[in-house]
């Protein structure tokens, strides 16, 4: 007899996270279950789930470590897990350099406090 069990998949909080904020910047649900690494339904399911107002502050930083290191310091996350993913998303080769990196801060992080 063959079975099957039923595989349940929970997303980390950087998923969760990175998917509501690629969402905010009108980026396909396709192409976020693929930056993601999760399926097209989850992703689909995430925002059905979740909707909400204005809940993240997403911001276009200057790529140096200056800046960068204020917007770590203040709780922002990159949006991207890495360069060579945002280059692809803004249809940039390889070896052009990336002067922004979208990022992103969970404003529900401020209750947290």
């Not at 904020?21 to 396909?28: E, F, R």
């Not at 399926?39 to 960068?68: F, H, L, M, P, Q």
């Amino acid at each position: 007899l063959f079975t099957s069990e039923l595989l349940t998949y929970q997303l980390t909080n950087k998923q969760w996270y990175q998917i509501f904020a690629l969402v905010q910047t009108g980026i396909p649900k396709k192409k976020i279950a693929e930056i993601v690494n999760a399926s097209v339904s989850t992703v689909y399911r995430e925002i059905a789930r979740n909707k909400s107002g204005c809940r993240y502050a997403i911001v276009d930083a200057y790529n140096n470590e200056t800046t960068r290191k204020y917007y770590d310091a203040n709780g922002f996350k990159d949006m991207f897990s890495t360069e060579m993913q945002e280059r692809e998303y803004l249809g940039l080769s390889e070896d052009k350099e990336l002067k922004t990196r979208l990022m992103y801060f969970d404003l529900i992080r401020l209750f947290d406090r």
